[in-house]
């Protein structure tokens, strides 16, 4: 569908034939009937499209699906049951024991500890990069065994916005592919693939659903990188032996990389989303740039009352002139830097909890980017895990709140902060 952002958002991924329901069904089933063995022998030896059990695909999902690979500009795209699987699977679908991959340091807490504890058991490394490296100091992390670099669109919290050409290019010069997981800018603000990126991950559990509802994540795939070319990916370019020696980037071109992540590593480790979570994610995607407006004007507004306010120490908002990821924001997201802000309590810790404690509109959650405005303490919260160093890394202070600006009446919301400050 050749349309634009606002128009996929509602009528992307389903198309109703003459008589069918308007509004995109739940399939709820887990298997489907074929009139014949040789039919249902011929998907599972990946020669015939079709559902065969929805463990590996369902309508439901495949519609959702089609309308985020729309959405970011990609070939296909698979969801997964959170974005965890998303962020695991997008970069295991590529990456084994003994080899290892680089990402930057300002990532979310919980993926730092699936690269640094739990990928690490798998025999995976990962070596971090901080924004401030240089080139030299970047390509130095590098050797023959690295497979991907991986970075965050809008770093959650640390607020850093990924300059993805520079790390497309950085990546493409080791032939390896730039994954990149835009969360926080959904593809309404950025679309990671048209500066170089070649596979994008969400959690859609944030501003995706945009309600709190359903936990849930996707991969995209560009079907722009030569894995072929590269040499690095047997694991794509060579026959599979788990499907009759089946060779991903032969058979399936352009879409190798997702075709790959669906019928091995879905059907492997069955991190599976719900046909019903995935009709509820439908819905929140219905409003997604409507409502990334509204978030990106109401924070716009909130950041820029926190930096008058002289109970603020200072404020992260990369949509502020002041903020030294300005210029990156004017480049990667110019219609606005998501609902997220980053501010200090003067008087640290302690009067921050109490400003949380007195908010009255906004709510204490662990949960950023819905529809309600919404505030958390990442170092004792969300990022506790983190030794202090890696706190530092990810670019996170001890009186560091992390607001998550919601749709609501800006008058309301700034006057719930203007009341809370003054107690704080
Ligand atoms: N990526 C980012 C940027 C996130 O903020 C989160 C969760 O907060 C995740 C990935 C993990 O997603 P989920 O909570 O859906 O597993």
């Not at 969801?79 to 024991?97: D, E, K, P, R, V």
């Not at 690095?232 to 790959?260: C, M, N, R």
């Amino acid at each position: 569908m050749d349309y634009r952002t606002e128009t996929l958002c509602i009528q992307g991924g389903y198309q109703p034939q003459n008589g069918e329901p308007r509004v995109l069904p739940i399939y709820q089933s887990t298997t489907y009937k074929y009139d014949s063995a040789d039919h249902l022998g011929d998907l599972f030896d990946l020669k015939a499209d079709g559902h065969m059990y929805t463990r590996i695909s369902n309508p439901t999902v495949a519609a959702v699906e089609e309308k985020i690979a729309a959405l970011e500009g990609g070939v296909a795209a698979m969801c997964t049951s959170s974005g965890q699987a998303a962020s695991l699977m997008s970069i295991f679908n590529i990456t084994s024991a003994g080899q290892n991959f680089v990402s930057l340091s300002t990532i979310y807490g919980g993926t730092t500890n699936l690269f640094a504890v739990t990928m690490k058991r798998m025999g995976i490394e990962v070596r971090f990069l901080t924004p401030d490296m240089t080139d030299e100091e970047a390509d130095a992390l590098f050797d023959e065994n690295t497979r991907l670099v991986f970075g965050e669109t809008i770093a959650n919290p640390a607020l850093n916005v990924l300059d993805i050409e520079r790390y497309a290019a950085l990546a493409h010069r080791h032939g390896v592919p730039l994954i990149v997981d835009n969360t926080f800018a959904t593809p309404v603000l950025c679309r990671p693939f048209e500066y170089g990126a070649d596979i994008v991950m969400h959690s859609t559990t944030k501003y995706m659903d945009g309600h709190a509802t359903v936990v849930g994540g996707v991969i995209v795939d560009s079907g722009n990188f030569d894995w072929a070319a590269s040499g690095k990916y047997p694991e794509l370019t060579t026959p599979d032996e788990s499907y009759h020696g089946v060779v991903y980037t032969e058979q399936f071109g352009k879409s190798a990389y997702i075709t790959k992540a669906r019928v091995q590593l879905m059907r492997d480790l069955g991190s599976t989303p719900q046909p019903l979570a995935m009709f509820i994610l439908n819905i929140g995607l219905e409003t997604l740039a409507l409502r990334m407006e509204r978030h990106c004007q109401n924070a716009q507004a909130v950041a820029k009352f926190l930096e008058k306010h002289e109970k603020v120490s200072w404020v992260n908002y990369p949509g502020l002139a002041a903020s030294d990821q300005h210029a990156l924001a004017e480049k990667y997201l110019p219609n606005g830097c998501c609902g997220v802000i980053s501010f200090g309590v003067k008087g640290g810790r302690e009067a921050a909890v109490r400003f949380m404690d007195s908010l009255k509109l906004a709510a204490v959650v662990v949960h950023v980017a819905d529809a309600r405005t919404s505030v958390l303490h990442p170092a004792s919260t969300t990022h506790r895990q983190l030794t202090d160093e890696q706190l530092v890394a990810t670019g996170i202070s001890p009186d560091m709140v992390r607001l998550s600006v919601g749709i609501e009446n800006i008058d309301d919301i700034l006057a719930d902060l203007e009341q809370a400050l003054a107690k704080a």
